[in-house]
């Protein structure tokens, strides 16, 4: 079995409509959490920037939640801007999808893929997604083999569709050498 892995060079833009101009990208500037309670409810937004005017908006992390209701160690990131929760708050599907933004991964990840060996086939090659960036398995495939996308029907089996984005670890079995 042959590791290829898909990985995040920088932090992706946010696909976000600015209140205050045309532009439809933010970003998550130094990455901070804003932090408001009220009696025993609080309030947490995570700050993103317009890379256009950088007006500041806010991400609902969460609303009217009761103290107790999170762990002690969560709610000192959310004061303390722990680097990794303002990575993992951003790359959250379902604060995506609360906000309504979607990442913009353009430039921002990199395949690892080392070139197969001349011998053992069929190969089997497993894609280890260490960032959920969207992918269609077929333009993967061909940047890490070097090869067109055509030829990838006859030398590639795999059991998902080759046309459909995906963003979790899959493998696919290349059943001859690549020229
Ligand atoms: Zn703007």
Same mark, same amino acid.
């Given at each position: 079995?042959?590791?290829?892995?898909?990985?995040?060079?920088?932090?992706?833009?946010?696909?976000?409509?600015?209140?205050?101009?045309?532009?439809?990208?933010?970003?998550?500037?130094?990455?901070?959490?804003?932090? $408001?309670?009220?009696? &025993?409810?609080?309030? /947490?937004?995570? @700050?993103? $920037?317009?890379?256009?005017?950088?007006?500041?908006? &806010?991400?609902? /992390?969460?609303?009217?939640?009761?103290?107790?209701?999170?762990?002690?160690?969560?709610?000192?990131?959310?004061?303390?801007? *722990?680097?990794?929760?303002?990575?993992?708050?951003?790359?959250?599907?379902?604060?995506?999808?609360?906000?309504?933004?979607? @990442?913009?991964?353009?430039?921002?990840?990199?395949?690892?893929?080392?070139?197969?060996?001349?011998?053992?086939?069929?190969?089997?090659?497993? /894609?280890?997604?260490?960032?959920? /960036?969207?992918?269609?398995?077929?333009?993967?495939?061909?940047?890490?083999?070097?090869?067109?996308?055509?030829?990838? *029907?006859?030398?590639? &089996?795999?059991?998902?569709?080759? $046309?459909?984005?995906?963003?979790?670890?899959?493998?696919?079995?290349?059943?001859?050498?690549?020229?």
């Amino acid at each position: 079995m042959l590791p290829w892995a898909v990985r995040r060079t920088r932090l992706p833009l946010l696909a976000l409509r600015c209140v205050a101009c045309p532009s439809g990208r933010a970003t998550l500037g130094d990455g901070r959490f804003r932090v $408001n309670a009220n009696g &025993k409810l609080l309030d /947490v937004w995570l @700050l993103v $920037n317009c890379v256009s005017c950088d007006r500041t908006g &806010k991400l609902t /992390v969460h609303e009217r939640v009761p103290v107790r209701s999170l762990p002690a160690d969560r709610l000192a990131g959310y004061t303390a801007n *722990a680097p990794s929760l303002v990575v993992d708050t951003l790359l959250d599907p379902s604060i995506a999808r609360r906000n309504r933004y979607a @990442l913009d991964w353009n430039g921002c990840w990199e395949l690892h893929a080392p070139p197969p060996p001349e011998v053992c086939w069929p190969l089997e090659i497993t /894609v280890v997604f260490d960032a959920p /960036v969207p992918v269609r398995p077929e333009r993967l495939i061909a940047q890490g083999l070097g090869v067109s996308r055509s030829e990838i *029907a006859c030398r590639v &089996k795999i059991d998902i569709p080759l $046309n459909r984005r995906v963003n979790q670890d899959f493998s696919f079995t290349l059943l001859g050498p690549v020229r």
